[in-house]
């Protein structure tokens, strides 16, 4: 009965949190909303200093480094928060490759398959050699998929 009533605890503790965890999300969607809006609105009024490629003004010069200190600070941080708010837990996924080659190649192979797959964790590799001259390699792959 005692682990019965710790698990709904343990549950509306949850739903408290995630809920928090929504509200705040949506607040700060917002105020990254109105901060884009505001940026977008700033450039629409400089519209002509950042776009003159002849003077110092342009996109290199003052008014861009102005705008830019001004937002992109504030964007990053906001954009980072939201980052974490919205933390979803990945899912495992797992990839099997098999390459067939020789011992000459088996190098060069190798490493064009881990390269193909540079966003993936290499977690094995096995050879086995299947007659004098050719080889088996089964490479081992894994990586968080957060889905979309």
């Given at each position: 009965m005692q682990r019965e009533?710790?698990?709904?605890?343990?549950?509306v503790r949850e739903r408290?949190?995630?809920?928090?965890?929504?509200d705040a999300l949506e607040i700060l969607l917002k105020a990254r909303d109105g901060l884009i809006a505001e940026m977008a609105e700033e450039i629409r009024l400089r519209r002509d200093a950042l776009v003159d490629s002849t003077g110092e003004q342009n996109v290199l010069g003052f008014e861009f480094q102005e705008i830019?200190?001004?937002?992109?600070?504030?964007?990053?941080?906001?954009?980072?928060?939201l980052e974490n708010l919205e933390y979803r837990r990945p899912r495992l996924a797992h990839r099997i490759e098999t390459i067939s080659t020789t011992s000459e190649n088996l190098k060069k192979d190798l490493n064009e398959l881990v390269s193909r797959f540079d966003q993936w964790d290499l977690v094995d590799v096995t050879v086995t050699q299947?007659?004098?001259?050719?080889l088996l390699a089964l490479v081992s792959f894994t990586a968080d998929d957060y889905g979309e």
């Open positions: 009533t710790s698990n709904l605890e343990s549950s408290r949190r995630n809920l928090r965890r929504r830019e200190d001004r937002y992109t600070a504030r964007l990053q941080a906001l954009n980072s928060i299947l007659s004098d001259s050719s």
